[in-house]
């Protein structure tokens, strides 16, 4: 089974041990995970290509930032190997990061549901 181990070293990328993935605390709570989620959020696949399709401007909008913001973190996500772009409109996660939201997205449903489960059962 494969699970997040979180470090707290400034900027670590993301690494594989084994079926573990590595990726930095800091990157989890910060603005680049908001960033990350939002384009795995709206990925779309598309000739075996998967990507996500969203401007600058509409992530900005989504996560109340400007879109200058927007393109300072996407820079850094990409210098740190978490996405790729070629164009605009065409951001590319990690296959390792996206396994990592993937869990994340995972381990937050699962809390969500144990929430539901407890207010309903009282």
């Known amino acids: 089974m494969m699970y997040v181990k979180l470090y707290t070293n400034h ?3 993301v ?9 930095n605390l800091e990157i989890l709570f910060s603005d680049y995970y908001k960033v990350l989620s ?14 996500c399709p969203l401007s600058q401007e ?14 300072v973190l996407l820079k ?8 790729s772009f070629d164009s605009p409109r065409k951001y590319m996660i ?3 990061v996206r396994d990592v939201m993937k869990q994340l997205k995972n381990i ?7 929430h539901d489960k407890a207010r309903t059962s009282k």
Not at 42 to 50: I, L, W
Not at 58 to 71: M, W
Not at 76 to 83: A, D, F, N, P, T
């Open 108 to 114: 937050k449903q699962k809390g969500i549901d144990y």
């Open 58 to 71: 509409e992530i900005a909008q989504e996560l109340g930032i400007t879109r200058l913001t927007v393109s």
């Open 38 to 51: 939002i384009l795995y959020d709206n990925c779309t696949t598309f000739k075996d290509e998967t990507y």
């Open 94 to 96: 990690s296959t390792e």
């Open 11 to 13: 900027f670590e990328n």
């Open 76 to 83: 850094r996500l990409k210098e740190l190997g978490y996405i």
């Open 15 to 23: 690494t594989k041990y084994g079926g573990n993935y590595e990726m």
